[in-house]
């Protein structure tokens, strides 16, 4: 995956194309989604059936997400881990993935999640952004962020508590997360986890080790989460790698060195890069990852 990147990232400085060009590494091909039963080669191992979720508890969603700049609307897929007719009083993580193809590949992710703290304790929602999965239309910055609101809109119009919705971003995933964390009223989640974030797309070119251009490319994304942290008062945990070569620790210290709100902790791993087999979960330990996120939790 890194090596797939490594290669993008010097076709765009040849081609003089721009940072969307690799912002959205989507797959929009698939007709179903196949979560265990993928075909591809999983990021990580993990114990036989120890984090399995039941067949009864992935549930389906189709939404539709249309911003105000939206000419038409757009049908976005997603899933919730867990029993539906218990929303209104679960503990639910939302999951705002990566850049890469679509929420199969982070299927092992979000199973970890649902096991923090013990057997299936919390719910579970992510997405796919438009244009990744079957989500309908072309990725974009807004776009992401719309799908996201939307995704926050169905909990709150099933009757979640705001006070028990918590929301996770990973790498790309970091903007839709902090963006709602700090923007959206009308549904806030209580608290911020942010794993592997990079500071801004100026900053991604400045300091990414494997995406390293001239900044001139980049206008049309600003994915600025180094200005909006500032404007999160939630509590925040933050994961990152120290021998992340795709975002380098550096954003991490950016936006937590912005951070002043009621409580933040930022996690280091020394051994972990950006995803794979030496990816934070796995550099961790699996168990020592979802128990630090259940204690940020419930602190």
């Known amino acids: 995956m890194r090596k797939f990147i490594w290669i993008l990232g010097i076709l765009l400085v040849v081609s003089c194309a721009r940072l969307d060009d690799i912002a959205f ?27 399995d979720v039941a067949d009864s508890m992935i549930h389906e969603l189709s939404l539709t997400s249309q911003g105000p700049n939206d000419d038409e609307p757009y049908l976005i897929r997603a899933i919730y881990l867990g029993n539906l007719a218990d929303v209104k009083t679960d503990s639910i993580i939302v999951y705002c993935h990566g850049q ?5 590949a982070y299927w092992q992710r979000a199973k970890l999640l649902a096991h923090c703290g013990g057997l299936h304790r919390y719910g579970i929602l992510e997405m796919d952004y438009r244009g990744f999965g079957l989500s309908e239309g072309n990725p974009t910055e807004e776009g992401m962020y719309e799908d996201v609101r939307t995704c926050l809109r169905w909990l709150k ?3 979640a508590n705001n006070n028990r919705v918590f929301i996770y971003g990973y790498s790309l995933g970091t903007a839709p997360a902090t963006e709602m964390a700090a923007y959206f009223d009308k549904f806030k989640p209580r608290k911020l ?20 251009f ?15 942290i500032k404007d999160v008062s939630q509590s925040f945990l933050l994961f990152h790698g120290e021998k992340d070569d795709y975002l380098k620790i550096s954003n991490g210290e950016i936006i937590f060195k912005n951070y002043s709100g009621v409580y933040g ?23 020592e990852y979802i128990n630090t996120i259940h204690e940020f939790l419930k602190r």
């Open 214 to 228: 001239d900044s001139r490319y980049m206008a049309d994304l600003k994915f600025n989460n180094a200005d909006k």
């Open 157 to 159: 119009e099933n009757g």
């Open 193 to 212: 986890i942010l794993e592997a974030p990079f500071a801004s797309a100026e900053n991604l070119g400045q300091e990414s080790t494997l995406i390293n």
């Open 265 to 287: 902790d930022f996690v280091r791993v020394p051994e972990a890069n950006h995803s794979g087999e030496m990816g934070i979960p796995p550099a961790m330990g699996l168990e």
């Open 25 to 51: 590494v989507n797959d929009n091909t698939i007709e179903a989604y196949f979560y265990d039963d993928w075909d591809e080669d999983p990021e990580f191992e993990m114990p036989l059936g120890k984090y």
């Open 100 to 104: 890469s193809l679509h929420m199969d």
